[in-house]
């Protein structure tokens, strides 16, 4: 087999005023296989193909933001599914909300949907906590889901991404500071740039390689089951 496509991730970065709204889709295959790799991936090791990013216009209320990203939820969970073979399992779509910024205070409203729908944020805590659908993430952690795989060529991005130079340099550009206090940080180098297409990929990337793995290790009383 060439390759399998695994899951279906979708990032959501919530804006502020000032700050975008980011909707980013990833697909999560295995032993991807593409123009840019020489042969087979035979390390067995899954590759993650990036293959939307919306920013929202800002200054659009909340409650149309959910309405929009509920019904790209539903056509990406459409688009998957029309094509199963019988005796095929039905693509479910993974909803993941960064709780940065507005994020946390939203979260219900996206639980509310009824949708497969889980939350991150990064903290400066050296270990990972879940509580109700939400984890709470060492921000090194969250980051390096994204640069692990840049790294080691398993990011792909898709070619008619909008201005999909300009994200190659954002991810590039993400680099890790110390603050006074100690903790480390993640700032982007230039100071005019939003961070929120990032974040959008991150929260999506740690979930898919960590999260999904993690709950596991976790009692059901602690996971609400």
Partial sequence: MDKELKRVFLGVDIGKKIDYTVLSIIEQW???RTDMFKGRMKDGKPYYHLTDLKRFPLDVPHNIQITAITEAYNRTKAFYNKTLQMGQFEYKPYLIIDLGNVGESH???YLATGLNVYG???HGGEKSRYEKRRWYVNT???YNAVEILLDHKRLI???DI???KGLIQELARF???RTPTGNLTAENLRDSDHDDRVDSIAVALWYAQYGIREITTFPK???GL
């Fill in 140 to 142: 090194e952690s969250l």
């Fill in 175 to 177: 680099t890790w500071k």
């Fill in 162 to 164: 909008e201005d999909r």
């Fill in 157 to 159: 991005i898709a070619n």
């Fill in 107 to 109: 979260f219900d409203d």
């Fill in 120 to 122: 991150v944020k990064a």
């Fill in 221 to 223: 009383s602690e996971l």
């Fill in 30 to 32: 295995q032993n991807y």
